[in-house]
């Protein structure tokens, strides 16, 4: 009785908040100091269409590297849990249903296709809405889906964690060679700015971006085949 | 903001609103898990409404998309076992 009134109280008190915050709302009619800078500046600046990735990838690099650091130990942390449950690979497997045609037949025609769009998501984020970080999910939902068909899939544990060793250090390099040869770290400017909206454009952007989505992707697909190779006690 | 797309906003909104409701009344596990990845997929329509395509990409792919099914993987672990 007294957790029901609690809860009431609470709800009460929240929508007495969010309701003076409503009735005070204004609509913005022009773009504050920050926004009016990025929407002026950002194609002399960078040459990247999208102006969400320009932000992400170069004036705000910096937060995107700690946000991949943070990623990478999320997968870090989730494979180091799930150690201690894996199932050793020496005894046969409990053997899964059987995904059934539909499921087969499907994910070998989608698979394909959701790894292409992830691909196209990350390499063309600074010309269309989408960037690393959405082309990686999509890539690990590709991942997802093999292993819903087959949960005893594996792709080379090593392949995975190559390819995400491999592209966080390139990210880290380009952004140093962006202090080496231009305006600061990570800045895009250490490749042509090429003409706006072309696919090879905007620098350094794509490249980063690619580099984003294959780490991400990997990280994603690793969590993925942890959990799937964990044993329930 | 034209009137079409505020009506369809509303609409949204109460969706939302309702699939929460649906997610955590328990009916069946299942269902809440559906549910909660309904909330994610119309939250992911409301920020393209609100001029927010890559926020939408993302709330799509992971909201509704892995977490779905994140929660179903770990839902037949937790069936598989012997004792809950």
Known sequence: MIKKFATLVLLVGLGAMFSSLLLGYVPDTELNFTARYYADNTVTDTGAANIVTAIIVTYRGLDTLGEV???FLTATIVSLILSQARRSDALPARKPLAAGELLETGSRLLIPLILLFGVYVFVGGHLTPGGGFQGGAIVA???????LTNPLKRVSHRLISALESVSGLFYVVIGILGLVFAGGFLDNRILGLGTFGALFSAGAIPVIYTLIG????????SMMFNLSKSEDH | MSNVMFA????LAAAMIGSAYVAISGKSLSISILAAGAVSLFASVMFVILAAPDVAMTEAAIGSGLTTFLFFF???RVRGAKDD
């Open chain 1, 214 to 221: 294959l780490k991400v992707g990997a990280e994603f697909s």
């Open chain 1, 141 to 147: 939902s590709a991942t997802l889906l093999m292993l």
């Open chain 1, 69 to 71: 650091t943070v990623l």
């Open chain 2, 8 to 11: 369809m906003s509303l609409l």
């Open chain 2, 74 to 76: 770990v839902l037949g």
